[in-house]
Structure formats: C-alpha cells, structure tokens
C-alpha cells in the first residue's frame, strides 16, 4: 500500500482488539478484518473497548470520532477555565486549532458481532472542533447509496451441519424480522421481506470426528439482499445450521462441537467485498479479503 498524504489520519485509527486494516484507496475508502466477538460500533460508551474503534461512536451521524492522543501541537495550547484561551506565541492560535482537531470514520456496514470478516469505512481529517471532513462523509453517503441500490457483491462463507442437497442453489425466502427489547429476531416461515442468496458446496464431511460422526459442510453464500440475520436463517431453514449458531442453530450438535474442538464461535466469515463506485468523476473498482479463519478448515487445507 503506497503511502498517501493523510497516512497521519490512519495512524491513529485506535483499531479495537484484533482488528486489522485489510484494503485502502486513495479516496479514503477502507476495509477492516473484524474478529469474531468485536462488535461493529457501540451500543453504549463501555461498549467501546470491544468494538471495531475504541472511540467514540456517534450513532445519529454513524462515525467515529476520537482526537490523536499523541499531538505534538497538543502541548502548544493552554485552555483557562473561564473557557478564554491563551497562547504561547504568535503561532499559539494555530497550534490551538491543530491541537482540538478530531479525526472522524464513517461506518458503511455492520456485521454481527459473532460474524467475522471484512468490514468497510470512509475516513478523513477533520478540522479545529470536528469540522471538516466533508470528503469522508461525502464518500460515506455514495457508499451508503450502494448498499441500498444492492450495487455492492458480498462473499460469506459458513461451516454447517449437514450435506446440501445440491453443489449450487440458489434460495429464495420471505422472511419476518422483529426488534425485541433491543434484540433482533428473524424468520423465514411467514413474513414478507424478500431474501435471496446464492449458495456453492465447497467441501464436504460425511462423517467428521469433531462432528461426532455427523456430516459437515463448508459453504459459499452471495447475498443479493441484506436482511438481519438472514444467512443464518436461510441456512437454519434448509436443515443446515451454522455450526456455533446459538440463536438458530443446533444447540445440542453445537454443545458437542465445542467440547471436541475448544471453538465456541460463530462459524460465518465476511470472506470478500468487490464493487464498483464513482466518486470526484472517477470511477474506481474496491475490493478486499478477509482471510478465512483456519478453524474453518478443521485442521485440514
């Protein structure tokens, strides 16, 4: 990745706890790799320690914002606390200004926090107080635009129980999702929200040891919708839960996968994002890979 000239801006993401920087553009476009158990933003301030930024996150503008802890122009500034300000030299006003600018990265997607993989943002440098910014949140818009218009391709891929009927389907529900007491909850049997998402077999296990003898299966899903939950239910309805599932899927078979193998995760990856987008009268290909976990492969290549 060549440098570019706001490299100061990224080096000083506070990245939250095994989150990593996986693809980035010179327009400010970013993707993040998100471990399973980090959520995409908090729900509240003691959340920020377990979320893709510890910093904190404005929900009504959907970014992050945090000031560089480490600014030399910092120790330039004094503040009295009648609010009035003073300055060192000539120069005191700019080093004041340096010193209040806050860096802002607008959050384009969320992942559940049991999901892993890539996770995408728009970044830029504010100015003095938050202002500024104006090209990241621009860019946040166009990307946003995308989702909604389903111009963005999204490649998942699951560990399941049980042997798909077909090396490829493609499945097509009318699902009911309900936000309860702050939790969502998403069914397949009589709503009518459309859902779509092509599904590939890429390997397959009869008879695995960690499975108890049951069969296994590692799947490929493109949605074409992005519905709560709906990879997960999609895969519930057809008899092939996602193993580690603790909403939908097979609690018993998830009881005693974990005992054989250690791993108490969701097994559901975001493995890549590709899409096309205009942005200053320049049209630019994004794409980034989150490597696949190697639980996943259970010990296999």
């Known amino acids: 990745m060549s440098p570019q000239p706001d490299d100061a801006f990224w080096q000083t ?10 693809a980035r553009d010179e327009c400010g476009l970013v993707a993040f790799s998100k471990p399973a158990g ?4 908090p729900n509240e301030p003691r959340d920020q320690s377990r979320s893709l930024l510890n910093a904190r996150y404005d929900a009504g503008g959907e970014f992050f914002e945090w000031r560089p802890a480490d600014d030399a122009a910092a120790k330039g500034a004094k ?8 300055q060192d030299s000539g120069r005191g006003m700019q080093d ?57 391709s999204k490649t998942y891929v699951a560990l399941v129980f049980g042997l798909p009927s077909e090396k490829t389907q493609t499945w097509r529900d009318r699902l009911a999702v309900q936000k309860r007491a702050g939790q969502i909850r998403t069914d397949a049997r009589a709503g009518n929200i459309p859902a779509e998402a092509r599904m590939t077999v890429l390997r397959t296990w009869r008879d695995h040891p960690l499975a108890g003898g049951k069969p296994l299966s590692l799947i490929q899903l493109e949605p074409k919708t992005g519905r709560s939950h709906q990879l997960r239910v999609q895969c519930a309805k057809r008899r092939l839960p996602i193993v580690g599932d603790a909403t939908y899927g097979d609690f018993r078979a998830n009881r005693d996968f ?16 590709r899409f096309d987008y205009t942005h200053e009268g320049r049209t630019r290909t994004f794409f980034a890979k989150a490597d696949l976990p190697p639980a996943f492969l259970l010990g296999g290549e």
Request: aromatic share 6%; hydrophobic share 40%; net charge positive.
């Open 38 to 41: 980090i959520l995409s933003h």
């Open 13 to 22: 993401l506070p990245l939250g706890r095994g989150v990593t920087l996986c």
């Open 96 to 152: 004041f200004e340096a010193a209040a600018r806050c860096f802002r990265l607008w959050l384009l997607n969320r992942l559940d926090s049991a999901t892993s993989g890539v996770i995408l943002a728009a970044g830029g440098a504010g100015g003095a107080g938050g202002a500024g910014g104006a090209d990241g949140e621009k860019l946040a818009r166009e990307i946003r635009a995308l989702f909604r218009e389903r111009h963005i």
């Open 258 to 273: 974990a005992k054989r193998t250690g791993e108490k995760r969701l097994f559901l990856h975001s493995l890549e994002t």
């Open 79 to 86: 503040t009295l606390d009648s609010g009035l300000r003073t």
